[in-house]
């Protein structure tokens, strides 16, 4: 049996005291995992990751890294026990070079993490060819490997995704989770929030759908895939 990487148990959290988004959330994404949730637009499912990188306050329920509880732990020191994040907007800078914003990844890093920039170029050689070149003249899908490959640099074991696929192209889409499955297989454990559920689930082990703040359905991808509970009500009109 694979090791937890990450549990929620039970949390609660918001934006405003005394008024949570998420209404007690549990989830659990073991090693070597690629988990997805899902969910109607407002679920909960920004928030739930925002929750777990403490940018936002969490005012019930616990977080465990590796075992080990880490509620409410500041954001630089979840980083630090291994958990990368891209947001789902503004995850590059678009005025500085590519360069520069691989190197805002790794400014307080030591000389490990400055060698893994160097794994990092060898393994995006469109990175490394325009180095020099604005984020913002990237096209949508490069930008989305630009900000996969920032989340690198700290050598996650569980990298979170927020939406990474959104406003892509059928072309970029593909290539995008081609390059998340690649990241998965090299042995890091993915929770990926996306809105194209089917795509999502079909390329999960397991998957979680978010409504309201709450749990609704949980489980494999493709059980969850052929539920005819959560293809009625999340899946139909996809
Ligand atoms: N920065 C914010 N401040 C206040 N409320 C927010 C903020 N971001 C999101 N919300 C609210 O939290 C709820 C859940 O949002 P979100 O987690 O972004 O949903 P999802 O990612 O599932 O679409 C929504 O009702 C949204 O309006
Ligand atoms: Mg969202």
Not at 41 to 63: D, E, H, P, Q, Y
Not at 72 to 99: M, R, W
Not at 150 to 156: D, G, H, M, V, Y
Request: glycine share 10%.
């Amino acid at each position: 049996m694979n090791k937890t990487v990450l549990e929620c148990n039970g949390i609660a959290a918001g934006y405003v005291k005394d008024l949570n988004i998420l209404q007690g959330v549990d989830l659990v994404v073991k090693e070597k995992e690629i988990v997805s949730i899902i969910g109607p637009n407002g679920a909960g499912k920004s928030t739930l990751l925002k929750a777990i990188m403490g940018l936002i306050n969490v005012s019930g329920g616990r977080f465990y890294i590796n075992g080990i509880e880490k509620t409410n732990l500041a954001t630089h020191k979840i980083v630090n026990e291994g958990i990368g994040y891209v947001p789902q907007v503004a995850n590059v800078f678009p005025s500085l070079t590519i360069e520069e914003n691989l190197e805002i990844g790794s400014w307080s890093l030591n000389k490990q993490q400055k060698e893994n920039l160097k794994q990092i170029y060898e393994q995006f050689s469109l990175l490394k060819d325009r180095k020099k070149d604005k984020a913002g003249n990237l096209s949508g899908g490069q930008r989305q490997i630009l900000a996969l490959a920032r989340a690198l640099i700290t050598k996650p074991t569980l990298l979170l995704l927020d939406e990474p696929s959104a406003g892509l192209s059928p072309v970029a889409i593909n290539e995008v989770f081609s390059i998340i499955n690649d990241i998965n297989e090299s042995g890091v454990s993915i929770l990926l929030v996306e809105q194209n559920a089917k795509r999502a689930l079909s390329f999960s082990d397991r998957g979680y759908v978010l409504d309201q703040g709450r749990n609704a359905y949980q489980g494999k991808g493709e059980d969850l895939l052929n539920d005819p509970r959560v293809i009625d009500l999340y899946l139909g009109k996809l």
